[in-house]
């Protein structure tokens, strides 16, 4: 029947996010490792703090079929990159790219894709820095190289893009006309609030380097 087929297909779906959940443990003992020890070294932790998530079998359907991609379980690494997401947090501007450089120099993540919206923000205002990864799985019989979607923004870029989303996640896009300049303007707050931390940190910091 079509509901025991849909039932085979979720579970099957399930079975192969297992990976997913594993490369984002991997990815989280790298960041605490670099949080801590850089802290110990530098009396700075670049890292605020990190999250993660696996999308949800739903989810994951959900987007194959809105962006007409194939139906085809082997395959679905293939056609998205944010099945498994990590965001990390950090004080300031210049811990995002502190921690995208001392990612990028570890020889078993390999970064495919950098976007860079903290250079070149979106029209709604929003900025983060994200990469597409990829990092070794090491199963019972093979490894698996595993795709994660990594957020980096600083603690003023969370807060307005956790609003955001609040504010604007059921107008699907484009909020109302009129919304669009006073949302681009809270954005543009932020982005002073992280130019003024950052040269206050870079007076305390001055120092040492
Ligand atoms: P959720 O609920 O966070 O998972 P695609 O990922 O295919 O839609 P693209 O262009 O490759 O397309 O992705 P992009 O631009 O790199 O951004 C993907 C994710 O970044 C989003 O995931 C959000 O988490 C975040 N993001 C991007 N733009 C905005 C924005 O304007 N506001 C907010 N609040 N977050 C944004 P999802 O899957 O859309 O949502």
Redesign the pocket.
């Known amino acids: 029947t079509d509901l025991a087929d849909d039932l085979s297909l979720l579970r099957d779906l399930e079975r192969r996010l297992l990976v997913y959940k594993f490369a984002i443990e991997e990815l989280m003992t790298k960041l605490r490792i670099l949080s801590e020890e850089f802290d110990s070294v530098h009396q700075h932790d670049p890292i605020e703090h990190i999250t993660n998530r696996v999308k949800k079998p739903e989810g994951i359907l959900e987007k194959l079929r809105r962006k007409g991609f194939p139906l085809d379980l082997d395959a679905i690494g293939d056609w998205l990159?944010?099945i498994a997401?990590v965001r990390v947090v950090c004080p300031f501007v210049s811990d995002v790219y502190r921690v995208k450089a001392m990612l990028a120099r570890q020889h078993d993540v390999e970064i495919l894709r950098t976007?860079d919206y903290i250079a070149t923000p979106?029209p709604?205002g929003?900025r983060?820095l994200?990469l597409i990864v990829r990092i070794p799985v090491f199963l019972s019989d093979r490894v698996e190289h595993v795709k994660v979607e990594v957020?980096l923004r600083t603690i003023a870029m969370d807060f307005w893009?956790t609003l955001?989303?609040k504010l604007f996640y059921k107008y699907d896009d484009s909020p109302p006309a009129d919304f669009v300049g006073e949302l681009m303007s809270t954005a543009m707050i932020a982005a002073q609030l992280d130019d003024r931390m950052e040269s206050l940190h870079r007076r305390i910091h001055q120092d040492d380097h």
Request: aromatic share 8%; charged share 40%.
């Open positions: 990159d944010d997401g976007k979106k709604n929003y983060s994200h957020q893009a955001e989303h």
